[in-house]
C-alpha cells in the first residue's frame, strides 16, 4: 500500500479524500492515514471519514517515505505549505480522478490534483502543485504554471499560459493565446481577451485589472 496524508482537511481535503477512495475502485493502492491541519483544535478530530491525525511538522517525524497531498485551493497558501511539510522522506505524488480524459503529449508535475471531469486535449504541460477543479477543459498547447489553482468550470483556450501561483476563478474563460502573469488572480466569471500583468487581481467580462499586489506578495501570511 502507498501511504498518503492529506494536508488540508476542509473542502478540497474532502473531495481528494474522495477522489483516492475513487481510484482505489479502479485498482490504485492507496492508503490513506488521515488528514493533516495546522490548527491545534481540530487535532484528534474527523473531517469526513477520516482523522486528524496532526499538523504540518507530523511528515517530518516519520523515519519511512510518506506521500503528502497539500490540499488547498489558495496558491500562496499552498506555496507556503508545501515548503514546510518538504522534507528527505517526504514525497507528493501526483493524483487524477479516474474519469478525466488526457490526450496525448500531456505532462503533470508533482503534487498536482486533477478532479474528476476535467479534460486534456494534446500537448499540454502543468507544472508541480497545480490544483484542477471539477469539470474543466484544458486545450491544446496550454502551459500551466507551479502553484496555479484553476477553480471548477474552468475553460481554457489553447495556447494559453497560467502563470506561477495564478488562482482563476469558477466559471473563468480564458481566449486562445493569452497570458496570465504569475501570482495574479482572476475573479469567477470572468472572461480573459487579452494579457494579465503579474500580481494584479482583474475580474468582469471582459476582464479588467482591479487591484495591483507589490512583488512578492504571496510569501506574507497576512495576504
Known amino acids: 500500500m502507498n501511504e498518503i496524508v492529506i494536508y488540508g482537511a476542509g473542502g478540497l481535503g474532502r473531495e481528494v479524500a474522495q477522489l483516492l477512495q475513487d481510484d482505489n475502485a479502479r485498482g490504485a493502492n492507496w492508503s490513506v492515514l488521515g488528514f493533516l491541519s495546522d490548527d491545534p483544535t481540530l487535532l484528534g478530530t474527523r473531517s469526513g471519514d477520516l482523522p486528524i491525525i496532526g499538523n504540518g511538522d507530523w511528515p517530518l517525524t516519520r523515519s519511512w517515505p510518506i506521500g503528502v497531498i497539500v490540499a488547498v485551493g489558495n496558491p500562496a497558501l499552498k506555496l507556503r505549505l508545501v515548503q514546510r511539510v518538504r522534507g528527505p522522506l517526504t514525497t507528493f505524488p501526483t493524483i487524477v480522478h479516474p474519469s478525466v480524459m488526457i490526450g496525448q503529449r500531456v505532462t503533470l508535475g508533482e503534487g498536482t490534483i486533477v478532479a474528476a471531469g476535467t479534460v486534456f486535449t494534446v500537448d499540454i504541460r502543468v507544472g508541480s ?13 496550454d502551459v500551466l ?10 475553460n481554457v483556450s489553447g495556447n494559453v499560459t497560467v502563470g506561477e501561483g495564478t ?29 494579465v500583468p503579474a500580481n494584479v487581481t482583474a475580474v468582469g467580462v471582459p476582464a479588467r485589472v482591479i487591484k495591483n499586489r507589490p512583488l512578492g506578495w504571496q510569501y506574507d501570511s497576512h495576504a
Do not use: E, K, N
Not at 502543485?129 to 498547447?141: A, E, Q, R
Not at 504554471?145 to 474552468?154: F, I, K, L, M, Q
Open 145 to 154: 504554471r507551479d502553484y496555479c489553482t484553476v477553480a471548477p468550470g474552468v
Open 129 to 141: 502543485f497545480v490544483t484542477v477543479g471539477i469539470g474543466c477543459t484544458i486545450s491544446h498547447d
Open 167 to 195: 488562482d482563476v476563478g469558477t466559471g473563468s474563460r480564458i481566449v486562445q493565446g493569452v497570458t496570465l502573469g504569475d501570482w495574479s488572480i482572476i475573479g469567477a466569471g470572468a472572461v480573459v481577451c487579452r494579457d
